[in-house]
């Protein structure tokens, strides 16, 4: 079982940064697109940004200018900076590493999940 581990949640005041880190083995990293989702109480968990093995980077519109993803491959770890932190982000936050099989089916790991908490 692959796993990925997340480090970097907390609590911070609107308008504050914070890093998340998704770390995950060495055997798999690189081959992998490295996605990051968020679940907020009482709503469906959604996307919000990603990374292809090649770098290649895309994010929702609520986090546009806002949250940049990246990776280290020498590392093995992939990162989401968020700046202008608003209440509406407040969530858990889970990695994901996705790759798509010859058949076009996709195969995910995921993640236990960290806080991230917004507020005054």
């Known amino acids: 079982q692959v796993q990925l581990v997340e480090s970097g949640g907390g609590w911070v005041q609107p308008g504050e940064s914070l890093t998340l880190s998704c770390g995950a083995p060495?055997?798999?990293?690189?081959?992998?697109?490295m996605g990051w989702y968020r679940q907020a109480p009482g709503k469906q968990r959604e996307w919000v940004a990603v990374?292809?093995?090649?770098?290649?980077?895309n994010d929702a519109d609520s986090v546009k200018g806002r949250f940049t993803i990246s990776r280290d491959n020498a590392k093995n770890t992939a990162y989401l900076q968020m700046n202008s932190l608003k209440p509406e982000d407040t969530a858990v936050y889970y990695c994901?590493?996705?790759?798509?099989?010859?058949?076009?089916?996709?195969?995910?790991?995921w993640g236990q999940g960290t806080q991230v908490s917004v507020s005054s």
């Open positions: 994901n590493a996705r790759k798509y099989l010859t058949n076009g089916n996709p195969v995910d790991y």
């Open positions: 060495g055997s798999i990293f690189s081959l992998f697109a």
């Open positions: 990374i292809s093995s090649g770098g290649r980077t």
